[in-house]
């Protein structure tokens, strides 16, 4: 079903069974693979391409303008989006051009992507995350609400980043030498924490919340304060019931259709 009252460009690809509902936008060089539903005012810049099976939400804009739009260039193109199958994008979210997302992609509401990401499958961005681009996320990864990435942030797969956390990427502001953040594999940083530039996480390591990490934080241990100290190994944690719960993959063994998840 395609709404009369839609705009579409006629370059425009359209595959089976895609329903696309009251004034969206549609540019030119767009493809929209089969089974996928489109919102009601969405816009969809050209050179987007959308995997089976999506959905996007109202108010949405997929293949946002780069800076170098608004110089006015007459050379300007817009670069390639992909966005992989089985996407569910909720309403307000906005993604830039020059970016790669994998399948099974989720975001909340409100949702602001910048250019030249990468995120893996399986991955899902949470209500209000803003990420500021240049950046690579793997597989599996959540962002709750409310996370801040800075330029250059590297999120291996499996890590968890909990609601109003700051990635930055700026030691000497505002001179714009960038230095990004490495977040490893299963690591998780709790609410509120702020990372400071050229941070490495290690892998199965704990942030506090509220912690202010200034160095760099090694495999499988806890870091928590301002700033932060470290304090134990992630082993030595125990829940309520005396039993050893992190690493945290070793210990949910039916977890949310994760690979390892039990038969």
């Given at each position: 079903?395609?709404?009369?009252?839609?705009?579409i460009?006629?370059?425009?690809?359209i595959?089976?069974?895609?329903?696309?509902?009251?004034?969206?936008?549609?540019?030119?060089?767009?493809?929209?693979?089969?089974?996928?539903e489109?919102?009601?005012?969405?816009?969809?810049?050209?050179?987007?391409?959308?995997?089976?099976?999506?959905?996007?939400g109202?108010?949405?804009?997929?293949?946002?303008?780069?800076?170098?739009?608004?110089?006015?260039?007459?050379?300007?193109?817009?670069?390639?989006?992909?966005?992989?199958?089985?996407?569910?994008i909720?309403?307000?979210?906005?993604?830039?051009?020059?970016?790669?997302?994998?399948?099974?992609?989720?975001?909340?509401?409100?949702?602001?992507?910048?250019?030249?990401?990468?995120i893996?499958?399986?991955?899902?961005?949470?209500?209000?995350?803003?990420?500021?681009?240049?950046?690579?996320?793997?597989?599996?990864?959540?962002?709750?609400?409310?996370v801040?990435?800075?330029?250059?942030?590297?999120?291996?797969?499996?890590?968890?980043?909990?609601?109003?956390?700051?990635?930055?990427?700026?030691?000497?502001?505002?001179?714009?030498q960038?230095?990004?953040?490495?977040?490893?594999?299963y690591?998780?940083?709790?609410?509120?924490?702020v990372?400071?530039?050229?941070?490495?996480?290690?892998?199965?390591?704990?942030?506090?919340?509220?912690?202010?990490?200034?160095?760099?934080?090694?495999?499988?241990?806890?870091?928590?304060?301002?700033?932060?100290?470290?304090?134990?190994?992630?082993?030595?944690?125990?829940?309520d019931?005396?039993?050893?719960?992190?690493?945290?993959?070793?210990?949910?063994?039916?977890?949310?259709?994760?690979?390892?998840?039990?038969?």
């Amino acid at each position: 079903m395609i709404s009369k009252n839609a705009v579409i460009h006629e370059s425009v690809k359209i595959g089976k069974d895609v329903i696309i509902r009251d004034f969206a936008i549609i540019n030119e060089g767009v493809i929209i693979e089969s089974g996928v539903e489109i919102g009601e005012n969405v816009i969809i810049r050209s050179n987007v391409h959308i995997g089976t099976n999506s959905y996007i939400g109202s108010f949405s804009i997929l293949g946002e303008h780069s800076a170098n739009y608004y110089s006015g260039s007459l050379n300007y193109v817009n670069a390639l989006l992909t966005i992989g199958e089985n996407a569910v994008i909720r309403s307000g979210t906005i993604i830039y051009n020059d970016s790669k997302i994998g399948c099974n992609f989720q975001t909340g509401h409100r949702v602001t992507i910048r250019e030249k990401t990468i995120i893996g499958d399986n991955s899902s961005i949470g209500t209000l995350c803003d990420l500021q681009g240049r950046l690579e996320i793997g597989n599996f990864v959540r962002l709750h609400s409310n996370v801040h990435l800075g330029q250059l942030s590297n999120i291996k797969d499996f890590v968890w980043i909990y609601p109003f956390v700051v990635l930055t990427n700026d030691p000497y502001p505002p001179m714009n030498q960038l230095v990004g953040v490495t977040v490893n594999e299963y690591a998780q940083i709790a609410t509120g924490s702020v990372i400071m530039p050229g941070v490495s996480i290690g892998k199965n390591a704990l942030v506090g919340a509220q912690a202010l990490v200034k160095k760099d934080v090694g495999e499988e241990r806890v870091v928590v304060g301002v700033p932060a100290k470290d304090i134990c190994s992630v082993r030595d944690l125990k829940n309520d019931k005396d039993e050893q719960i992190y690493p945290w993959k070793d210990y949910l063994k039916d977890f949310r259709g994760y690979p390892w998840q039990e038969k």
